[in-house]
T-cell receptor, first 113, second 115 residues
Framework: RKEVEQDPGPFNVPEGATVAFNCTYS??????FFWYRQDCRKEPKLLMS???SGNEDGRFTAQLNRASQYISLLIRDSKLSDSATYLC??????????????FGTGTQLKVEL | NAGVTQTPKFQVLKTGQSMTLQCAQD?????MSWYRQDPGMGLRLIHY???????DQGEVPNGYNVSRSTTEDFPLRLLSAAPSQTSVYFC??????????????FGPGTRLLVL
């Protein structure tokens, strides 16, 4: 089983729709979780951090379910500009200090007119 | 602030050639990392550094060397390029190990093709 698993998509949704992605992780010792956004041929950029049960920022909501070991990202009122690949990232503290970040392969979202 | 910068943006190498990918950050971050990104795979950690003079191996270190002589710079050296090293390389920095410090700031990437 992969450490971090995501449905690659693509998710094709009309503008204004609500869309949700799930990400599952295998290591129960994972401490913090992140969603990054990556535009085509660009670098990943942080979208949201999740340290407890969830986080909300405008149209974006992230939820963490530790019992089932998954994180979700909900995007409401989708915009054309939301079209991108969304990377799920899981963090485990290293024994000698620092963080071990494991990246999912990403879920591609295409928002259409 | 320029953030994280990488050079070159693109590079074509022949098998067996060596080269250095440059990375610099101006945010005074302690932690720096090199990742490679290949189709169908998540970003994979090559090497990382928790401070000047300290480096360690990541998930896929073979064929690469790093050094960290200053806080700002973290070059990645390909010793003898192989076609399997064709990839997009991202350098990233973060403030430290604590909660809220793990956010990775990525450079724009270097696209490498090894023939």
């Amino acid at each position: 089983r992969k450490e971090v698993e995501q449905d690659p998509g693509p998710f094709n949704v009309p503008e204004g729709a609500t869309v949700a992605f799930n990400c599952t992780y295998s290591n129960s010792a994972s401490q913090s979780f992140f969603w990054y956004r990556q535009d085509c041929r660009k670098e990943p950029k942080l979208l949201m951090s999740v340290y407890s049960s969830g986080n909300e920022d405008g149209r974006f909501t992230a939820q963490l379910n530790r019992a089932s070991q998954y994180i979700s990202l909900l995007i409401r009122d989708s915009k054309l500009s939301d079209s991108a690949t969304y990377l799920c990232v899981v963090n485990i503290a290293r024994a000698g200090g620092g963080n071990k970040l494991t990246f999912g392969t990403g879920t591609q979202l295409k928002v259409e007119l | 602030n320029a953030g994280v910068t990488q050079t070159p943006k693109f590079q074509v190498l022949k098998t067996g050639q060596s080269m250095t990918l440059q990375c610099a950050q101006d945010m005074n971050h302690e932690y720096m990392s090199w990742y490679r990104q290949d189709p169908g795979m998540g970003l994979r950690l090559i090497h990382y550094s928790v401070g000047a003079g300290i480096t360690d191996q990541g998930e896929v270190p073979n064929g690469y060397n790093v050094s960290r002589s200053t806080t700002e710079d973290f070059p990645l050296r390909l010793l003898s390029a192989a076609p399997s090293q064709t990839s997009v390389y991202f350098c990233a920095s973060s403030a430290g190990p604590g909660f809220g410090q793990e956010t990775q700031y990525f450079g724009p990437g270097t696209r490498l093709l090894v023939l």
